[in-house]
């Protein structure tokens, strides 16, 4: 695991160091707690241990400046203190720590430690896949892939980069429900999430907008990068069919998008409902196709580009 030791005292920032290095862990080294809040907001680490009396910035502060953050990623805190009155522990937990540490230490007590650590941020992590993902599909849920798409907007006006976004459905998917049976659907929709997946870029983002519908963002620099795009995932999904035992289930999709510079790339709700009347005006002219509105017209003035299958 990364874990940050921050402490005032050299030699007992270095013993502890060098035992946390010889149980196999990666350690960083801070020599106060605006030190550690400093390491903390230039890279990730798995556990703090800290020192509850330092200078410039105290354990229980820096705890608490700690889960002011928020974020994703669960960091684990073990106080160290010879402090070991009641109130002292409840103002460690109530200021954010997890656990805390006896000074000075008992080497097998800091294992003990470390293996709980390292139980809640397993839970943790677990809890968070599954509060982030469909549980169908394991592409990002709806809430998860709209946050993505929020980032992707902020990020997008920061380094000026264009945006696309992408709204797929499934053709005909309530014809292979009633057809052939809900459990035979949802294997339909783990297979079109495997290939739009494989169609995809790793730092691209696929969700599970819902039902058979899924929302794609990519960072573009052009509509015709888009439109490239929106026909692989077409193309992947029409080019052979689903097998499914003895049965192989044609299946294709429609696909909105909406591609923008990054200027015009600020409210999320706006885009999604331009990329779904593409989406609908995809289905309607007949599926299995894709339908762009192209915010990056040569001429400043808004377009459409319509690309069929």
Avoid at 125 to 139: F, I, N, S, V, Y
Wanted: hydrophobic letters at 45%; a negative charge; glycine letters at 8%.
């Amino acid at each position: 695991m990364k874990i940050l030791v921050a402490d005032d005292n050299d030699a007992f920032r270095l013993l502890l160091g060098n035992r946390l290095q010889e149980l196999g862990h990666a350690v960083t080294l801070a020599s106060d707690g605006a030190e550690a809040a400093e390491r903390l907001a230039n890279a990730s680490f798995d556990i703090l241990i800290s020192d509850w009396m330092m200078p410039h910035l105290d354990g229980p502060s820096l705890c608490r400046h700690i889960r002011s953050q928020g974020g994703l990623d669960y960091l684990y805190i073990i106080l160290v203190t010879s402090k070991c009155g009641e109130h002292d522990y409840r103002d460690g937990i109530s200021a954010g720590a997890d656990d805390f540490m006896n000074k000075p230490f008992e080497p097998e007590h800091l294992e003990a430690r470390l293996h709980a650590a390292a139980r809640m941020l397993a839970l943790h992590k677990e809890l968070r896949e599954l509060a982030l993902h469909d549980r169908l599909t394991g592409l990002l849920n709806r809430g998860a892939i709209v946050d993505g798409l929020n980032q992707e907007i902020h990020r997008s006006a920061r380094e000026g980069i264009g945006l696309a976004i992408f709204l797929v459905d499934v053709d005909h998917f309530k014809e292979v429900n009633d057809t052939h049976g809900h459990a035979v659907g949802d294997l339909v929709l783990q297979e079109a999430a495997k290939r739009m997946l494989s169609s995809f870029r790793p730092y691209d983002r696929v969700g599970r907008y819902g039902g058979e519908e899924f929302l794609l963002v990519a960072p573009c620099a052009s509509a015709r990068q888009a439109t490239m795009l929106a026909e692989r995932i077409r193309r992947v999904m029409a080019e052979r069919p689903i097998p499914l035992g003895e049965n192989d289930i044609p299946v294709t999709v429609s696909v909105g998008v909406v591609a923008t510079r990054a200027e015009d790339a600020v409210d999320p709700q706006a885009l999604i409902a331009i990329a779904d009347a593409a989406l609908y005006r995809a289905k309607h002219a007949g599926r299995n196709r894709i339908e762009v509105v192209n915010h990056f017209p040569k001429s400043g003035r808004g377009g459409v580009r319509r690309a069929v299958g």
